[in-house]
C-alpha cells in the first residue's frame, strides 16, 4: 500500500502531529506545497482552523487531487477552539470524489495563552496510534 502524508501549518502545530502520523505510518510527512509524486491508497491530510476555516493552501491542495491520485484520505487537525477541522476538510475531499476515513484526529494547539504547550508528546503519540488503528483497518 502507497501511504502519504500532507500537512499545512502556520504555527507548527499541525506539523508536530503530521510528523507523528508519518513516523507511525513509515513515511516522510510534507508539506501540502510538496505535491504527491506517485498515487496514494491512503492520505493523511493535516490541517488546521484559522477563523473557522481551513487555509487557502490546504483548499488548494485538495482541489487538486482525484480519486486516481488519493485512493483513500484520513484527516487529522488542530485548532484553538472549535472540536476539529474534520468537518471543512472532509467537505472539500467529498467534492473531490475522495473517500475519507470516519476515523480522525484532534488536537487542541497553541494559540496565544490557550492550550499551553499542545500538541505535546502525549498528543503526538495519540495521533501515531491514530495512524496505526488507520493503517490496519486498511489492511496495512
Given at each position: 500500500m502507497n501511504v502519504a502524508v500532507r500537512?499545512?501549518?502556520r504555527a507548527g502545530n499541525t506539523k508536530k502531529l503530521a510528523e507523528a502520523?508519518?513516523?507511525a505510518a513509515?513515511?516522510?510527512a510534507l508539506p501540502?506545497?510538496?505535491?504527491?509524486?506517485?498515487p496514494?491508497?491512503?492520505l493523511f491530510l493535516g490541517g488546521a482552523?484559522?477563523?473557522f476555516d481551513i487555509d487557502a493552501p490546504l483548499k488548494d491542495f485538495i482541489r487538486g487531487l482525484t480519486p486516481e491520485t488519493a485512493r483513500k484520505a484520513a484527516v487529522f487537525s488542530t485548532t484553538a477552539i472549535v472540536p476539529s477541522a474534520y468537518p471543512q476538510i472532509k467537505k472539500l475531499l467529498d467534492a473531490q470524489g475522495i473517500p475519507v476515513a470516519a476515523q480522525n484526529f484532534h488536537s487542541?494547539?497553541?494559540?496565544?495563552?490557550?492550550?499551553?504547550?499542545?500538541?505535546?508528546?502525549n498528543d503526538c503519540e495519540k495521533a501515531g496510534a491514530f495512524a496505526r488503528e488507520v493503517l490496519a483497518a486498511c489492511g496495512e
Open positions: 500537512y499545512f501549518t502520523v508519518g513516523a513509515g513515511v516522510p501540502v506545497s510538496e505535491a504527491l509524486r506517485e496514494a491508497d491512503l482552523l484559522y477563523g487542541f494547539g497553541k494559540f496565544g495563552p490557550l492550550h499551553g504547550s499542545r500538541p505535546d508528546a
